[in-house]
């Protein structure tokens, strides 16, 4: 059942009624309205090269590679972005592995004296069609909410999903950034 097919009419004291009835609620967690994910970086006026706004490049969804960077935007690190492990699995652990991703590039980018880091479009092309294969893969593919980027109380989010999350799980999710720290930041373009 939907709020869209049976809207809310009252809120009463022991629950909510709808168009379709009275449902008996203990707790009633008001939610709604946000923009979860990528709705902070919205809210930023973050602009990258030839003063690309991130909203604007990000209108249809965030683009990243691996969920700590996005090309077009030099040295903008997210150590719990858009399309990383944070938002699906255990937290504490997963922004464990961003800031150690990003200590590690931070370190090696200055021992090579390197002052400008931005993702390559090979690399943020790659990781879209795994975060899109690994949801797509479970049955949270058919949910439309804001986890999925639906975002049916926001225009322009209703009827397609955003891929924003990346589902693969923390272990695998941790073993391609470990690579791609072993082998110097392939995808990422270091001058």
Known sequence: MSLQDTPIVRVTADGIETTAGHHDLDVIVYATGFDAITGAFDRVDIRGVDGAMLADEWADGPRTAVGMMTRGFPNLLMLAGPQSVSGSTNFPRAIEDGVEWVSDLIEHARA????????????????????????????????????????????????????????????????????????????????
Do not use: C
Request: hydrophobic share 35%.
């Open 112 to 191: 090579e004296g390197i002052t400008r880091i931005e993702a390559e479009q090979a690399a943020e092309e790659e990781w879209a069609t795994e975060v899109a294969q690994m949801q797509d893969r479970l049955l949270i593919r058919n949910s439309k909410g804001w986890f999925t980027g639906y975002n049916a109380n926001l225009a322009g989010r209703e009827g397609k999903p955003r891929y924003q999350a990346y589902f693969g799980g923390g272990p695998r999710y941790r073993t391609r950034v470990a690579a791609i720290a072993e082998a110097r930041f392939p995808g990422f373009d270091l001058h």
